[in-house]
């Protein structure tokens, strides 16, 4: 037997939201646990995210909507996935678990003091027209936090990117308060709230952070035995076991012994630009939302010890523009909704549009790394008209004229009085982009994209202007002077990783399990496979099959 330093029940890698899912279960069966973290900060990619949970079938849509079910929810995901054999990560069968597991997932942990809502009602699936696709939102995030509850652990939580007491999705209303009372005066109640609670000594977070806030505190509340700066070095096997871990705690190497389990939750490879260009060529680290800490230190080793890894050249898209100082930012200038507005396309390198710029982050930048394999199109060009800039934000910023002009002379906005003259700035055939925005502007006027079907779904329309007459999506690029900025293919995560069962087992390239070694969230091959149903599919699937893992690993799957 291994000589240990130390022994827990159930010993975890990283810190992410499916961590502490685990954890928590693990706590409520009488175990033992200890979660193991490298960086600096708790929390993981979670807490820098959204924080949004895609929980089909969950309490809050069952409330209000009663055709919702776990087969309307397998429909849609068996639907939209795309089985084969280059996404083993996903199966009839895994999907199934995660419909079956992920409301009750939820359940547990409000039950465990985690307050969260339903994120919107209007929040569609990315695939809404696909049979037992949700128009309305299936979408669930954390209620606001004070992270003054956290005590001493306040300054140990990754940051968030919305530190202000508001829901997520009324914080993304904000951009439109020009237009309507109603944002405005919940631009004022979060105004007030935010000078109330420095006031009184709070200090509220949202979206990811809160999520992570909440998740953190129960965690601690229970006895989570929890540790920073902690890489894990190695996994400890024994005839063909994993019975533990070797990690770096307080600057010493010490063998950590674990009796149920290990679950492994480290994040992806989004930082370690060698295993990119291995997998995902022609992708950039620093185009990554990520933290610090990605850098698939535990897909190596789980590889190692026989763990196969899979749907490697997958990554949860998120397309970014990059404006002056993005490489400084916390969170990189995004790109969702930049050309998903009306009086917006993308096109690529020589002026031709070539695919649907509203719908999913995740699919848009793939269908940028693929057209770049025929057509250079990394990066590619946000075509955008005045009454855009005057309308809405680039980058997170309010187009006023001093920021035009700073950002022309940057070298970053290309500016021109005709859509010919922007076409020479950007180094493509005036005629091929005068052509592109002809067709795009008869389309407009027909209110059909018969190109490639924007304005079509739902959430096309969500990413466009509700305050805008006709199709939300559409609007023609008409109206001088023309704009152009790049866009490149960044990342919120990449999207492949160890394969497992419907247990969250990590498996041997036989389909057998490694006995003692469980995986979850982006450290695994998604159940998704290559594609993203909607918000939250990566930190949903994540605090499930967490929570799977451990209700397996402590013999309590029919207790809880």
């Given at each position: 037997m291994?000589?240990?330093?130390?022994?827990?029940?159930?010993?975890?890698?990283?810190?992410g939201?499916?961590?502490m899912?685990?954890?928590?279960?693990?706590?409520?069966a009488?175990?033992?646990?200890?979660?193991?973290?490298?960086t600096?900060?708790v929390?993981?990619?979670?807490?820098?995210?959204?924080?949004?949970?895609?929980?089909?079938?969950?309490r809050?849509?069952?409330?209000?909507?009663?055709?919702?079910?776990?087969?309307?929810?397998i429909?849609?995901?068996?639907?939209?996935?795309?089985?084969?054999?280059?996404?083993?990560?996903?199966?009839?069968?895994?999907r199934?678990?995660?419909?079956?597991?992920?409301?009750?997932?939820l359940?547990?942990?409000?039950?465990?003091?985690?307050?969260?809502e339903?994120?919107?009602?209007?929040?569609?699936?990315?695939?809404?027209?696909?049979?037992?696709?949700?128009k309305?939102?299936?979408c669930?995030?954390?209620?606001?936090?004070?992270?003054?509850?956290?005590?001493s652990?306040?300054?140990?939580?990754?940051p968030?990117f919305?530190p202000?007491?508001?829901?997520?999705?009324?914080?993304m209303?904000?951009?439109?308060?020009?237009?309507?009372?109603?944002?405005k005066?919940?631009f004022?109640?979060?105004?007030?709230a935010?000078?109330?609670?420095?006031?009184?000594?709070k200090?509220?977070t949202?979206?990811?952070?809160?999520?992570q806030?909440?998740?953190?505190?129960?965690?601690?509340?229970?006895?989570?035995d929890?540790r920073?700066?902690?890489?894990?070095?190695?996994?400890?096997?024994?005839?063909g076991?994993?019975?533990?871990?070797?990690?770096?705690?307080?600057?010493?190497?010490r063998r950590?012994?674990?009796?149920?389990?290990?679950?492994?939750?480290?994040?992806?490879?989004?930082?370690?630009?060698?295993?990119?260009?291995?997998?995902?060529?022609?992708t950039?680290a620093e185009?990554?939302?990520?933290?610090?800490?990605?850098?698939g230190?535990?897909?190596?080793?789980?590889?190692?010890?026989?763990?196969?890894?899979?749907?490697?050249?997958?990554m949860?898209?998120?397309?970014?523009?990059r404006s002056?100082g993005?490489?400084?930012?916390?969170?990189?200038?995004?790109?969702q909704?930049?050309?998903?507005?009306?009086?917006?396309?993308l096109?690529d390198?020589?002026?031709l549009?070539?695919l649907?710029?509203?719908?999913?982050?995740e699919l848009?930048?793939?269908?940028?790394?693929?057209r770049?394999?025929t057509?250079?199109?990394?990066?590619?060009?946000?075509?955008?008209?005045?009454?855009?800039?005057?309308?809405?934000?680039?980058?997170y910023?309010?187009?006023?004229?001093?920021?035009?002009?700073?950002?022309?002379?940057?070298?970053?906005?290309?500016?021109?009085?005709?859509?010919?003259?922007?076409a020479?700035?950007?180094?493509?055939?005036?005629?091929?982009?005068?052509s592109?925005?002809?067709?795009?502007?008869?389309?407009?006027d027909?209110?059909?994209?018969?190109?490639?079907?924007?304005?079509?779904?739902?959430?096309?329309?969500?990413?466009g202007?509700p305050?805008?007459?006709?199709?939300?999506?559409?609007?023609k690029i008409?109206d001088?002077?023309?704009?152009?900025?790049?866009?490149?293919?960044g990342d919120?995560s990449?999207?492949?990783?160890?394969l497992t069962?419907?247990?969250g087992?990590?498996?041997?390239?036989?389909?057998?399990?490694?006995?003692?070694?469980?995986?979850c969230?982006?450290s695994?091959?998604?159940?998704?496979?290559?594609?993203?149903?909607?918000?939250?599919?990566?930190?949903?699937?994540?605090?499930t099959?967490g929570?799977?893992?451990a209700?397996h690993?402590a013999?309590?799957?029919?207790?809880?």
């Amino acid at each position: 037997m291994a000589d240990f330093d130390e022994t827990f029940d159930w010993v975890v890698v990283g810190s992410g939201a499916g961590s502490m899912s685990s954890a928590l279960v693990m706590r409520e069966a009488g175990k033992s646990v200890l979660i193991l973290e490298k960086t600096e900060f708790v929390g993981g990619t979670t807490s820098k995210s959204g924080g949004v949970m895609w929980i089909p079938n969950n309490r809050f849509i069952r409330a209000e909507e009663p055709d919702e079910s776990a087969e309307k929810a397998i429909t849609y995901l068996d639907a939209v996935s795309n089985d084969g054999t280059d996404t083993p990560g996903t199966s009839h069968e895994k999907r199934l678990a995660y419909v079956n597991e992920a409301p009750k997932m939820l359940d547990f942990i409000i039950e465990q003091g985690v307050e969260v809502e339903r994120a919107s009602h209007f929040w569609p699936d990315y695939y809404d027209d696909l049979p037992g696709g949700c128009k309305t939102s299936r979408c669930v995030t954390a209620k606001y936090f004070n992270l003054k509850e956290l005590g001493s652990w306040e300054k140990k939580l990754r940051p968030g990117f919305m530190p202000v007491p508001a829901k997520l999705d009324d914080g993304m209303k904000l951009a439109f308060k020009k237009h309507s009372w109603k944002i405005k005066m919940i631009f004022a109640k979060i105004a007030c709230a935010v000078v109330y609670g420095k006031l009184t000594g709070k200090h509220y977070t949202t979206a990811g952070a809160a999520l992570q806030g909440r998740m953190l505190k129960a965690s601690l509340a229970v006895g989570v035995d929890i540790r920073t700066e902690s890489p894990v070095k190695e996994l400890i096997v024994e005839s063909g076991k994993v019975t533990g871990v070797v990690a770096e705690v307080n600057g010493q190497l010490r063998r950590i012994g674990a009796n149920l389990g290990v679950l492994v939750n480290a994040g992806g490879i989004a930082q370690n630009q060698a295993l990119r260009d291995k997998y995902m060529p022609g992708t950039r680290a620093e185009w990554s939302q990520t933290p610090e800490g990605d850098t698939g230190d535990m897909h190596i080793e789980m590889e190692r010890i026989g763990g196969v890894l899979a749907q490697m050249d997958q990554m949860v898209g998120y397309q970014m523009t990059r404006s002056p100082g993005w490489e400084q930012m916390y969170v990189k200038p995004p790109g969702q909704s930049l050309t998903g507005k009306p009086g917006a396309i993308l096109v690529d390198q020589s002026g031709l549009r070539y695919l649907n710029e509203g719908g999913s982050y995740e699919l848009y930048c793939q269908n940028m790394l693929e057209r770049n394999k025929t057509v250079p199109a990394v990066p590619s060009w946000a075509i955008l008209d005045g009454r855009y800039l005057r309308e809405y934000q680039v980058a997170y910023m309010k187009m006023k004229p001093e920021l035009i002009a700073k950002w022309r002379n940057a070298g970053y906005l290309k500016v021109a009085d005709t859509i010919e003259n922007l076409a020479s700035q950007i180094n493509v055939d005036p005629a091929v982009l005068r052509s592109t925005i002809n067709r795009w502007n008869g389309f407009v006027d027909k209110g059909v994209d018969e190109d490639f079907g924007r304005g079509a779904r739902e959430y096309d329309k969500w990413l466009g202007d509700p305050f805008k007459g006709g199709n939300p999506a559409l609007g023609k690029i008409a109206d001088g002077p023309f704009y152009a900025v790049e866009v490149v293919p960044g990342d919120v995560s990449t999207y492949g990783g160890a394969l497992t069962d419907t247990k969250g087992r990590v498996v041997k390239a036989d389909g057998e399990p490694i006995p003692g070694l469980y995986a979850c969230g982006v450290s695994t091959a998604s159940v998704m496979g290559g594609v993203y149903p909607g918000a939250g599919a990566s930190i949903g699937p994540s605090m499930t099959f967490g929570y799977i893992a451990a209700k397996h690993a402590a013999g309590v799957e029919n207790s809880l």
